[in-house]
Each structure stands twice: as C-alpha cells, then as structure tokens.
C-alpha cells in the first residue's frame, strides 16, 4: 500500500521540475546563453528602426531642399 502522503510529494516534485525546465528555457530564449538572445535581439531592432528613421529624414530634408531650389530657379529666370 502506497502513503498518499508520499504520492503527492512526488507529484508535486515532477510539477517543480516541470516548471524548472520550462523557467530554464525561457532563460535560454530571453539571455541567448551564447548566442543572441530575445535582449540582443530586440535591441539591434530598435538599433535598426533609429538608423532607418535617421535615413529617411536625410532623404525627405535632400528632397524638400532640391524641390525647394527648383522653384527658385524657375521664378529667377
């Protein structure tokens, strides 16, 4: 005859273990543990996006700045 004390101990030490492993590889998937991780990850992203916004300010402001002495040149003569 089993202890049911000793059933529910067991239990309760496989779900901790369950949860270690799952807590374990979310730590695997967040820090990288080697390789880039979701932080490195997200941050050359957003690393990314600044430098592409950066860019498309230079172009429009390149843009404006040509249309800009087109319309000057037209009304000079």
């Known amino acids: 005859m089993t202890n049911p004390t000793h059933q529910g101990f067991d239990s309760s030490c496989s779900q901790f273990d369950e949860l270690h492993n799952k807590l ?3 730590d695997h998937a967040i ?3 080697g390789e880039p991780g979701i932080n490195i990850r997200l941050d050359r992203l957003e690393q990314n996006a600044i430098r592409h916004a950066r860019w498309m300010w230079l172009i429009a402001g390149a843009g404006v700045t ?3 002495n087109i ?3 037209i009304f000079r003569g």
Do not use: E
């Open 66 to 68: 040509s249309l800009v």
């Open 24 to 26: 374990d590889r979310l």
């Open 31 to 33: 820090r990288g543990n």
């Open 71 to 73: 319309l000057f040149s």
